[in-house]
């Protein structure tokens, strides 16, 4: 069964790094979303992708976060300059059609 | 106040028995997903509710819309089914993102 691919499965960063997670989505999909959990917290929406445009985001999305589908098989997340608050578990999704989304098994982020 | 409330947050329970585990949501939903997330992290898409009834195996979920409830029950439990249960919400019809529950751990002992 076609699965969602995220790497690395753990990132180590210093704050005030950027970061990059990375996402391959299943191949005939169309939505792409990015999702963090903070250690012990439930599941946080951060943004959806449709049609090479961010579709929807969430508050948390802000200036610091950007997505990017660079080649067509790719979903990109960049923390541009990454604070403490950052570290998180961070699961990208896909779907064909808007739903059910399919879950990659994250990459789980630890800023020092 | 969450949108959406998962009952129990802990449930421990020996193999053989049948659990149920509750969601209340506070908004009005184009769906329902119940989730299984493993000690590793990973997240499994379980089931997608609109309305009614679904069965998988041992498992089986629920949805009354009037109410906004749903519940997951598993038979027979085993101590494979050891995970985190997460109930996420579809707000809107159109909205994209999932609304999560806050999860409940299930422990199945031998």
């Known amino acids: 069964e076609p699965e969602v691919t995220q790497t690395p499965s753990h990132q180590v960063t210093q704050m005030g790094q950027e970061v990059i997670l990375r996402c391959v989505p299943i191949s005939n999909h169309l939505y792409f979303y990015w999702y963090r959990q903070i250690l012990g917290q439930k599941v946080e929406f951060l943004v959806s992708f449709y049609n090479n445009e961010i579709s929807e985001k969430s508050e948390i999305f802000d200036d610091q976060f950007s997505v990017e589908r660079p080649d067509g098989s790719n979903f990109t997340l960049k923390i541009r300059s990454t604070k403490l608050e950052d570290s998180a578990m961070y699961f990208c999704a896909s779907s064909r059609l808007v739903q059910p989304q399919h879950f990659g098994d994250g990459t789980r982020l630890s800023i020092l | 106040k969450n949108e959406v409330e998962q009952s129990p947050q802990n449930l421990t329970a020996q193999e053989g028995e049948f659990i149920t585990i509750n969601c209340s949501y506070s908004?009005?939903?184009?769906?329902l997903h119940w989730l299984q997330q493993h000690p590793g992290g990973g997240i499994v898409s379980l089931f997608m509710?609109?309305?009614g009834k679904k069965k998988h195996g041992r498992l089986i979920a629920t949805i009354n819309i009037q109410e906004k409830h749903s519940s997951l029950h598993i038979t027979a439990s085993h101590p494979r089914d050891s995970a985190v249960y997460i109930c996420a919400v579809r707000v809107i019809q159109g909205a994209q993102k999932l609304v999560f529950g806050q999860g409940t751990r299930l422990t199945i002992n031998p």
């Open positions: 509710l609109s309305s």
């Open positions: 908004v009005g939903i184009s769906a």
